[in-house]
């Protein structure tokens, strides 16, 4: 994945899917927030076809994915405990 955008507490990361019928990427976007206790990772998942052209068309495909990120997000929180 390759880095398409990034501020101070968002990084939006992008790659391009292989084997489909039309140009497809895939992005995720990764925003930190700060909570009472420390902060919170959100994370958005978006299919994008035809990126960059007229015919872009963007779906978000984060519920789909919700398994996957939360071993994502549950990964994370094990080595923030460790330092």
């Known amino acids: 994945m390759k880095i398409r955008s990034r501020s101070k507490q968002r990084v939006e990361l992008m790659m391009p899917m292989s084997n489909t019928s039309i140009p497809t990427e895939a992005r995720m976007q990764y925003i930190l927030t700060q909570a009472e206790q420390g902060w919170r990772v959100n994370v958005r998942v978006f299919q994008i076809s035809n990126p960059g052209s007229p015919q872009e068309s963007v779906q978000e495909i984060t ?4 398994d996957k990120l939360a071993e994502e997000l549950a990964l994370y929180a094990k080595i923030a405990t460790k330092r």
């Open 63 to 66: 519920h789909a994915l919700a």
